[in-house]
C-alpha cells in the first residue's frame, strides 16, 4: 500500500507534498523555472530520472501541466500547484527562523548559489548597456572556482565558462562567506570592511552592489530569540575570521 491509508485532507496533501524532493521541485516552480533543465540545476542532487519522475506525479494529480514551448517543453503549475506556494514559503521561513543552516561544506554548491542570486539581480539598478560580474570561490576547486553573471537588456544569465565578454566587476570571496550574504547573514558591507569579500572594477558598480545584488527572500527572517543566544559567538564581528566562523 502506497501512502498513508488514511483519508484525512492532512494525509493526503502529504502524500504528494511530503514525497523526497517535490518541495524543492515546487519551489523551484514557484520562482520561474519551467524548462527540465532549469528545474535540475535548482536541485543539483537529484538525479534526472528521479526529477522526470516526480514531475510526471505532479502531472497525475494534477499540480502541474506541461506544454510545448519554443524551446521544447515547459512544466507550469496549475491553480492546485499554485495553492501550494504559501506552504513552501511558511516552510522556508521556518526553517530560516528556527533550523536555519550552519554552512557545513556538504550543504553548499556554487552553482546552486549562483543559480538563485541571478533570479534575484535588480536589473533596473544597472547600467543599460551589458554588464558581466565575475566571481571567485576561492575555497573551490578550479572547476568551480570561476562564474559569471551576465545581464544584457535586462535578462541576466549565470555561466560556469568565461563567456568572453570583458568583465566589468569582480567579486573574490569564499563560498560560505557569499552564501551568508545571500541569506542575510552578513551584510556585504561589512564583508568589504573585513576583507571577507573584494570588490574590483568599475566603481558604480562597486558602489551600488548592495542596490543591484539582491538578496533571498528568506534574507530578512530574523533568527528565533532562543537560537540567538546559542548561535552567537565570543567576539563574533565584523573580523574576517568571524565573519567565516560564524554559522
Known sequence: MSGYGQYCPVAKAAEVFAERWVPLILRELLSGSTHFN???RGVP???RSLLSARLRRLEQIGAVIRRRGPRGSEYHLTEAG????????????????????KYASYELDPGLLMWDMHRAVRTD???????????????????KRHWWLVNDA??????????????????????RTMTRIWMGGV???????????EVTGRRDLRRGIEHWLGLSGFAGVQLARSERGAARSPGAGIESRAIEMQG
Open 38 to 40: 532549469d528545474l535540475h
Open 187 to 197: 551584510t556585504i558591507s561589512a564583508a568589504m570592511r573585513s576583507s571577507a569579500i
Open 45 to 47: 542532487l537529484m538525479s
Open 82 to 101: 499554485r495553492e501550494f506556494g504559501p506552504i513552501v514559503e511558511l516552510l522556508g521561513r521556518w526553517g530560516q527562523r528556527w533550523y536555519r543552516s
Open 125 to 143: 539598478s544597472l547600467p543599460p548597456n551589458r554588464t558581466t560580474v565575475q566571481f571567485i570561490f576561492t575555497d573551490q576547486p578550479a572547476a
Open 154 to 175: 535586462g535578462e541576466v544569465d549565470v555561466c560556469p565558462k568565461n563567456p568572453g565578454f570583458e568583465v566589468d566587476l569582480y567579486v573574490q570571496t569564499t563560498l
